[in-house]
Nanobody, 126 residues
Framework: QVRLVESGGGLVQAGGSLRLSCAASGRHFSSDAMGWFRRAPGKEREFVAAIGGSGDTRNYADVVKGRFTISRDSARNTVYLQMNSLKPEDTAVYYC???????????????????WGQGTQVTVSS
């Protein structure tokens, strides 16, 4: 059974940093693109960042570019999202997702992702 489990969320002040992790089990995701999405209260789910299977393709939403960094450790079957200079508008539930055999696609479209985690809450206070 494929599982994606996010961790690392929490409460942080504006300007602070958090590092989210997404551990995958039940399948080795080395050939899969991985992504992070988020859903803020009262808003639609939105794309945050994605990374290709080899790690050499990265894609970021404009609102996080320069502040967030996505990376992966294929040996650990884990993907990370380093979030710096956090803003109150970054408050949301963050979801990890896997694009089955997505290769280097690093898609920003949620419909391209086949597996999803349960999410981890990130709250940024002003």
């Amino acid at each position: 059974q494929v599982r994606l489990v996010e961790s690392g969320g929490g409460l942080v002040q504006a300007g602070g940093s958090l590092r989210l992790s997404c551990a995958a089990s039940g399948r080795h995701f080395s050939s899969d693109a991985m992504g992070w999405f988020r859903r803020a209260p009262g808003k639609e789910r939105e794309f945050v960042a994605a990374i290709g299977g080899s790690g050499d393709t990265r894609n970021y939403a404009d609102v996080v570019k320069g502040r967030f960094t996505i990376s992966r450790d294929s040996a650990r079957n884990t993907v990370y999202l380093q979030m710096n200079s956090l803003k109150p508008e970054d408050t949301a539930v963050y979801y990890c997702a896997a694009d089955y055999y997505g290769g280097s696609r690093a898609s920003s479209l949620s419909r391209d992702y086949d597996y999803w985690g349960q999410g981890t809450q990130v709250t940024v206070s002003s």
